[in-house]
């Protein structure tokens, strides 16, 4: 199975047009209020329109009411929750879809009965496994034991993100083998996107396939 990349923290048109062009499958766009890459729903419209068919459109929450859940789901955004959301609002404003994150301390061992138990009531949620800081809901450029999230996944599809870099994200591939890949300060250079590590980060994820 190919895996998919998705480039997060897109502000602008110009940042996703550089995303299509390095070939990714999905499109992250931050609504997190406490983010410092926070797009309003206008700006993600905006570069929704420069977006062909066939690349996905995300729209990163944290702890969103169900106005702005929906207003993004018209839109065209798959929601990804990246907060204490409660699964009943994420079941009824979702639409047929969405993404829920689990954090993972970096040296966890956890156990998958027990995460099965707090995984169950988001039915249709693709689970994203990211690095668990305190105080943060995403982005810490932090990396956890991958092989957590294959275990607690088993052979449901699931997503890693967190410390991805061109450098370290063919070995993830090739270790657990997910669903997709997410990144974000990875592929920066002093917080903007930089094309050479975008096309890296493809590049590289497209070899560890290749290799598998």
């Known amino acids: 199975m190919r895996t998919r990349i998705k480039f997060c923290g897109c502000t602008s048109v110009a940042d996703a ?3 299509v062009a390095a070939g990714v499958d999905a499109i ?13 729903l206008a700006r993600a419209r905006e570069i929704a329109l420069a977006v062909p068919a066939f690349v996905e459109l995300v729209a990163v929450f944290v702890d969103p009411v169900a106005t702005e859940i929906e207003e993004a789901v018209r839109a065209g955004f798959t929601p990804q929750f ?10 009824t404003t979702s639409a047929a879809r969405y993404v829920k994150v689990f954090r993972i301390a970096a040296d966890a061992v956890s156990d998958p009965q027990v995460f099965a138990l707090r995984a169950q009531p988001y039915q ?3 689970w994203m496994f990211e690095t668990e800081v305190a105080g943060r809901s995403g982005g810490t450029g932090q990396s956890f034991r991958w092989e957590t999230a294959r275990e607690l996944a088993g052979e449901r599809l699931f997503i890693v993100s967190g410390g991805l870099t061109p450098e370290n994200v063919g070995d993830c591939v090739r270790r657990v083998r997910p669903y997709a890949v997410d990144v974000r300060s990875g592929i920066e250079t ?7 590590k975008m096309r890296a980060f493809v590049r590289a994820v497209k070899e560890a396939d290749a290799q598998a």
Do not use: N
């Open 17 to 19: 047009q550089l995303a």
């Open 28 to 40: 992250g766009v931050i609504f997190a209020a406490e983010s410092p890459r926070r797009t309003d």
């Open 82 to 91: 990246s907060g204490a959301e409660a699964a009943a609002l994420i079941e």
């Open 124 to 126: 249709r949620a693709t």
């Open 190 to 196: 002093a917080g903007a996107k930089d094309p050479q």
